[in-house]
């Protein structure tokens, strides 16, 4: 068994993608969360993927951990996609009735992509807003 | 020592009629009694057992009562010369204290329903299942255990999960049940979600004992 203690999060031209390979325990979903928003926070992102392609067992604890984050996320601006979600797990969930249908999905990561409509932020851009949002952070620090 | 599959099988008959101390007393006696190994029959072993419970139980039962357990008994023998025997029954007790011990207890039931024949649709059910059960004891009972138990009924192999704390008790449980109750803690949909993917369910609760539920899947 892996123990982690916190899960990576890649920045991706304006989003972030979160990938969980680990069962979900109460640390790793409290930090998980406190990662996602300050991530959302500092880096103005608009798109929030979460793959679950190396989850083989969703309870009622995992999806409601999930179905949280995605919430607090859309009220930071910031959409999410799930992805990569195995259909034995969806089918059990349907039956538990833990459907997510709050929550958008996508079969592979690459559709998530597409539905949030990734696309290169050019550098200029890049550091444009970089810039922009620097100045945000400065003003409410003030 | 381990029970044979077929004793199991035999034992389970009996208990729909007798305690479950009778049943393994009446059991153990005629099977001294009449000398033979249940793990290896001989010609005529069959009817030499059939006969020996046959004395034993009417010391315990009504006629009508004795008469319907040999039916049962019998038809459980006869099915034993042309299927195979089913794998042995498996027992684990797993303490349940931690998160850590939720993932051990999914796991190991994970493995039985593999080892049982379960589709892996199924397993996953199941695995979910003890999953929800283990937290509620972790959660709102602090410790308590799961039990895994893979057996057999007529050749039909099944796995049973028992989970016992002795925590709070639930008292609205019947609202819980009905699928009104909106959790505080949760989505809620722990128990209901369980019986849902179950063949049997069986939950007892009170603020004295704490809580014992008792779920079984059989393999189709
Ligand atoms: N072992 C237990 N001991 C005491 N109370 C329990 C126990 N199991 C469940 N409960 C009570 O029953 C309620 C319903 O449990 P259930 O598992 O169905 O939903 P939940 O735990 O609230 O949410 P979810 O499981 O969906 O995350 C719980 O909120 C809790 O109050
Ligand atoms: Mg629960």
């Not at chain 1, 604890?61 to 910031?78: E, F, P, V």
């Not at chain 1, 929550?103 to 592979?108: E, K």
């Not at chain 2, 959660?139 to 192999?157: D, K, V």
Request: neutral net charge.
């Amino acid at each position: 068994m892996t123990i982690a203690t916190r899960i990576p999060i890649i920045r991706l031209y304006g989003n972030l993608i979160v990938s969980i390979q680990v069962s979900l325990s109460d640390d790793l979903v409290v930090a998980l969360k406190e990662d996602i928003t300050q991530n959302i926070g500092d880096y103005g992102a608009r798109g929030l993927i979460i793959d679950l392609s190396g989850i083989d067992l969703m309870d009622s604890y995992i999806s409601r951990s999930i179905r949280d984050i995605a919430l607090i996320s859309k009220l930071m601006g910031a959409q999410t996609v799930i992805s990569g979600m195995d259909p034995l797990v969806a089918m059990t969930l349907v039956e538990m009735g833990l459907e997510m249908n709050d929550v958008r999905t996508a079969l592979t990561l690459e559709d998530a992509i597409d539905l949030l409509g990734m696309e290169r932020v050019e550098a200029d851009d890049a550091a444009f807003s970089e810039f922009i949002l620097a100045g945000v952070n400065s003003r409410t620090a003030d | 020592m381990l029970m044979s599959p077929l004793e199991t099988e035999i034992k389970n008959i009996l208990s729909k009629y007798l305690s479950p101390i009778v049943a393994e007393t009446v059991l153990s006696s005629r099977i001294a009694a009449s000398g033979i190994s249940l793990r290896r029959l001989r010609i005529g072993d069959r009817q030499r057992l059939l006969l020996s419970l046959q004395k034993g139980l009417g010391r315990y039962l009504k006629p009508q009562q004795a008469k319907d357990c040999m039916n049962q008994l019998e038809s459980l023998l006869n099915s034993r010369n042309s299927v195979s025997a089913p794998a042995a029954t498996e027992h684990q007790k797993i303490s349940i204290r931690s998160e850590g011990d939720i993932v051990v207890a999914r796991g190991a039931g994970r493995q039985m329903c593999k080892t049982l024949g379960f589709t892996s649709l199924l397993q996953v059910k199941l695995a979910t299942a003890i999953s929800e059960l283990a937290r509620n004891i972790v959660q709102y009972a602090g410790e308590g255990s799961i039990t895994l138990h893979a057996s057999h009924e007529n050749g039909r192999p099944y796995l049973q999960v028992t989970a016992e704390d002795h925590g709070p008790g639930i008292p609205n449980l019947d609202s819980i049940l009905s699928g009104r109750y909106v959790s505080k803690s949760g989505m809620g949909k722990g128990l209901t979600g369980t019986r849902n993917m179950v063949d049997e369910f069986d939950i007892r609760s009170s603020p004295n004992s704490g809580t014992l539920v008792v779920i079984r899947k059989w393999v189709k």
